[in-house]
């Protein structure tokens, strides 16, 4: 089926949410992949035809639509292929089957998402101890989850947050944590070394877009320099994420693309003559990572592959086809 023909089948709710991811008004790795699985959901309910390989194809058709409204955040491949697995993998006699066993696998991926947050929260929330200064960066429901656990286990502790320049999201994180009476601080992301040095922290916790083999974490743009300003000083630093921000991409040797988004992000109007570029995401290596917080457990950053290898490995092959790429004129 030619693209044209999906989007014109594409119920506007999805197409919405496409738009929402692409647009950032739906954002964060987590938030983005669940999203991913309720348009998927949404898709099978509301597909109008009758043929049942009609279906597949437009199921297709949708899946990539998903996939190539933002890059980085491996979260989104992920959910729309765990959820497309079971059109790719199994038979079935009639429509009605294919389409219950699509919504029955994007509910499971929601719950499990949800699960999963909470339990790396719990697990996090041990490393959390009374007394400790904690910078964070960004946005991330992951973190959110691990000091919100941790505060309402009784542990008290204050918090750095960065504006996170251009889009702000910290203003996201300032604004959760201090809705939870958690003493909370918003600092330019130019402050980091400073507030590291003088205000004490004792650990870093940031989430992560996509996990590579090697255990480089990919996060919003800063969080390289926050890694090595931590290293320098010796503090603590935390990754917090699901499991399905990892990247199979990576095992065979894919990079991860990193966003770079509008000029206008950064600066409003153009002055003539001068250029902006505005990146969005950057690599820590894994000698900056201390460990990496999971549903499944803490794991140092260098057993990433073992983990990958362990969820992926009847995928790897699957892996090796390239992501769709992100096209300006994708939602119609
Ligand atoms: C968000 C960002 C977050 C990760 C993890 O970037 O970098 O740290 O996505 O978030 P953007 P979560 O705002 O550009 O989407 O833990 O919520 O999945």
């Not at 750095?160 to 910290?170: I, L, M, N």
């Not at 990193?258 to 206008?264: H, V």
């Not at 990146?279 to 803490?298: C, H, L, N, Q, S």
Request: proline share 5%; charged share 30%; with cysteine.
């Amino acid at each position: 089926m030619d693209r044209e023909r999906v989007l014109g089948l594409v119920p506007e709710d999805v197409k919405r949410i496409a738009d929402d991811i692409k647009t950032m008004r739906i954002r964060g790795a987590g938030r983005i992949a669940r999203a991913a699985a309720q348009a998927l959901m949404r898709a099978a309910e509301e597909y109008r035809g009758e043929s049942l390989e009609e279906f597949l194809e437009y199921m297709e058709g949708v899946a990539n639509l998903l996939v190539s409204t933002r890059p980085t955040a491996v979260s989104l491949p992920n959910a729309v292929n765990y959820v497309m697995t079971v059109l790719r993998e199994e038979k079935y006699q009639s429509l009605e089957e294919a389409r219950r066993a699509v919504i029955e696998r994007a509910r499971e991926f929601i719950e499990y998402s949800k699960q999963a947050l909470r339990r790396l929260g719990e697990i996090g929330a041990r490393l959390i101890r009374t007394g400790d200064t904690i910078l964070t960066h960004c946005n991330s429901s992951a973190v959110e989850s691990v000091l919100v656990t941790a505060w309402k286990q009784g542990k008290r502790f204050k918090v750095y947050a960065t504006e996170t320049r251009p889009r702000y999201q910290g203003y996201i994180t300032a604004r959760d944590l201090a809705r939870e009476g958690i003493p909370v601080t918003l600092v330019p992301d130019s402050a980091v070394l400073t507030v590291i040095e003088k205000m004490h922290v004792t650990k870093v916790i940031v989430g992560a877009d996509t996990v590579t083999a090697n255990g480089a974490v990919i996060n919003k743009i800063g969080t390289s320099q926050i890694a090595l300003a931590a290293k320098r000083h010796g503090v603590t630093f935390i990754v917090a994420t699901e499991t399905y921000k990892f990247s199979p991409y990576t095992v065979v040797g894919q990079l991860v693309e990193i966003e770079e988004r509008s000029p206008t992000e950064v600066l409003e109007k153009p002055i003539p003559g001068l250029r902006v570029r505005n990146p969005a995401f950057d690599a820590t290596p894994p000698d900056y990572i201390d460990m990496i917080v999971t549903e499944r457990g803490i794991i140092p950053p260098k057993s990433a592959a073992l983990l990958l290898w362990e969820m992926f490995r009847r995928h790897l092959v699957d892996a090796e086809a390239k992501k769709p790429q992100v096209e300006e004129d994708t939602i119609a």
